[in-house]
């Protein structure tokens, strides 16, 4: 690719994504864009993954729409008219806004292909945003900010590679028999400049700010610069930069402070907020405070605080009896997330033990009552849930919430966090249970339930066999519990079942069966 240096290879998982934890766990990939230049880094205080795209039945990030919506309710330049009008922004703002605005329209008229349609999907998004009169002077920094940074990525950079899943999520369990491994791309994050401030291509969507993302690299270099002693990775000068490039790219929404996301997501339009992500922006920038003495710092984290005491789709908070539970997104209100629940009341109670906060300790002992209830709920007994009543954790989010559970842990001692930090750690460990149920017997030509119980999510190779050949084959991805995979006998005879699951951790587990077809 012109224009870029590779320093290293690109890290890859071989499961699905992992969500950005409040604590940098791994070195993370990023581009960074520098005059003609995008040069390939390796971000040790970057978390590994970002937002949201949780179990596979989970929503994924969505593609904007073909065309805007712009036409049922006011333009950019409306929006830019009005807040000038009522001295929102100064007259240089409204100058600097419209240039952008018009300077991304110019580019994408030139462009084609993939650059035209991600650079179009941004400038859809600016105006979408407008038309349901929600561009206020206070999200006009990020919008902006963010539609310069893809106007210079998508009309005269180099693009970086598109992450790319295998489709067969199971060939990593199985190689052999597969030929290939499947792989899942760390996401396409980058930087610009000497901003620290970390764009995510959402392909479909173009360049997003990612929040829980720069608030974990901030929680990361807060962790590796207080450190006994301090890591090689600490560096002040960029978590100053960062921390306040992130409180000049705040949105009031309503009568709160909230870091926003800007694309559509699993049923949702923007902009909507995660209590996960606004959990770890109060605990990064009250430990800036505590590191910098910086009170801007510890305001933006106080005004966040709105997200937690406003129920949806405005804030997070859900009450239930004998407390409240914190929302991973806004707009989902009957969708409870442990992991993201948890390090919501993580937050809470770091920020409220430095600011000596009397209403975030309120609001931490409101949602702690909760997830110490919730936490048990979570358990298998061989695995986590993702969410209550939902499916299992992959890799990446069960090892988030064993980290969680041990972080409250250690801030409570509570026995339920200990006890269920230690359980979900030694669920790593152990290989899947796997039974075969049945049938023993059944008829040519018939459709066929071949049943088995599993003990927590796994894929799984179902073969069957007559004298040395295959007659039938399966290979899924299944949660625990009673599952079955169809099988139409075509013949006759005395038939051997094999089945053999491979958890997370590709430990694998076999069981044998016969089933005579009459």
Same mark, same amino acid.
């Not at 994504?17 to 864009?33: D, R, T």
């Not at 230049?37 to 937002?51: C, N, S």
């Not at 400038?123 to 006009?140: F, H, N, P």
């Not at 926003?260 to 606004?278: A, C, D, K, N, V």
């Given at each position: 690719m012109p224009g870029m240096r590779r320093r290293l290879p690109i890290a890859l998982c071989t499961v699905?994504?992992?969500?950005?934890?409040?604590?940098?766990? =791994?070195?993370?990939?990023? @581009?960074?864009?520098?005059?003609?230049?995008?040069?390939?880094?390796?971000?040790? /205080?970057?978390?590994?993954?970002?937002?949201? /795209?949780?179990? =596979?039945a989970c929503a994924r990030p969505q593609p904007a729409p073909a065309r805007a919506r712009a036409a049922a309710g006011p333009s950019v330049g409306d929006a830019l008219h009005d807040a000038y009008a009522h001295h929102r922004i100064t007259r240089a703002q409204d100058a600097e806004y419209r240039g952008?605005?018009?300077?991304?329209?110019?580019a994408h008229g030139r462009l084609s292909g993939l650059r035209r349609s991600e650079l179009g999907a941004a400038?859809?998004?600016?105006?979408?945003?407008?038309?349901?009169?929600?561009?206020?002077?206070?999200?006009?920094?990020?919008l902006f900010l963010q539609l310069e940074r893809n106007t210079e990525l998508w009309s005269r950079r180099p693009i970086p590679p598109r992450p790319v899943i295998h489709p067969d999520p199971c060939a990593a369990f199985f190689p052999a028999r597969s030929g290939a491994r499947a792989r899942a791309a760390?996401?396409?994050?980058?930087?610009?400049g000497d901003s620290p401030l970390i764009f995510q291509w959402y392909p479909g969507n173009g360049l997003q700010i990612q929040p829980l993302a720069n608030f974990g690299k901030a929680n990361g270099l807060w962790s590796a610069c207080t450190r006994t002693p301090?890591?090689?990775?600490?560096?002040?000068?960029?978590?100053? #930069?960062?921390?306040?490039?992130?409180?000049?790219?705040?949105?009031?929404?309503?009568?709160? /402070?909230?870091?926003? @996301?800007?694309?559509?997501?699993?049923?949702?339009?923007?902009?909507?907020?995660?209590?996960?992500?606004?959990?770890?922006a109060i605990q990064a920038l009250a430990r800036g405070y505590a590191l910098f003495g910086d009170r801007r710092y510890l305001d933006a984290a106080r005004d966040a605080l709105g997200a937690f005491r406003a129920g949806p789709p405005l804030g997070v908070r859900r009450p239930v009896p004998g407390g409240a539970r914190y929302l991973e997104y806004s707009f989902a209100?009957?969708?409870?997330?442990?992991?993201?629940?948890?390090?919501?009341?993580?937050?809470?109670?770091?920020?409220?033990?430095?600011? #000596?906060?009397?209403? =975030?300790?309120?609001? @931490?002992?409101?949602?702690?009552?909760?997830?110490?209830?919730d936490l048990p709920r979570a358990d298998t007994g061989a695995?986590?849930?993702?969410?209550?009543?939902?499916?299992?954790?992959?890799?990446?989010?069960?090892?988030?919430?064993?980290d969680f559970a041990q972080g409250l842990c250690d801030r409570t001692r509570k026995a339920v966090y200990c006890r269920t930090a230690a359980r979900f750690a030694a669920y790593m460990k152990r290989h899947p249970r796997l039974s075969f149920r049945g049938p023993r017997t059944a008829r040519a030509g018939r459709a066929t339930p071949i049943r088995f119980h599993l003990s927590k999510i796994s894929c799984v190779q179902v073969t069957v066999t007559r004298g040395g050949r295959t007659a039938f084959s399966s290979r899924a991805s299944y949660g625990h519990g009673h599952r079955s995979v169809t099988w139409v006998p075509r013949a006759p005879g005395r038939y051997r079942v094999r089945l053999e699951a491979a958890d997370l951790r590709n430990h694998h587990t076999v069981a044998l069966g016969t089933i005579a077809v009459r």
């Open positions: 699905a994504a992992a969500l950005a934890a409040a604590q940098a766990a =791994a070195a993370s990939p990023v @581009y960074v864009v520098r005059g003609d230049r995008v040069e390939l880094t390796d971000d040790p /205080t970057l978390p590994a993954d970002d937002l949201p /795209t949780g179990p =596979a952008m605005y018009a300077a991304a329209r110019r400038i859809r998004t600016l105006q979408q945003i407008a038309a349901r009169g929600q561009l206020s002077a206070s999200r006009m920094p990020a760390q996401p396409t994050r980058m930087t610009f301090p890591s090689r990775d600490c560096d002040l000068d960029t978590l100053r #930069r960062l921390l306040d490039d992130l409180v000049s790219i705040a949105s009031r929404r309503g009568s709160l /402070t909230a870091w926003e @996301y800007w694309f559509p997501f699993g049923g949702g339009s923007p902009p909507w907020i995660s209590g996960l992500t606004e959990g770890t209100p009957s969708l409870f997330i442990v992991n993201g629940f948890l390090q919501a009341v993580i937050g809470l109670h770091d920020y409220a033990e430095i600011a #000596r906060s009397p209403t =975030a300790r309120r609001l @931490y002992r409101e949602g702690e009552r909760v997830a110490a209830r695995w986590s849930l993702y969410s209550l009543g939902g499916a299992e954790s992959d890799l990446n989010y069960h090892r988030l919430l064993r």
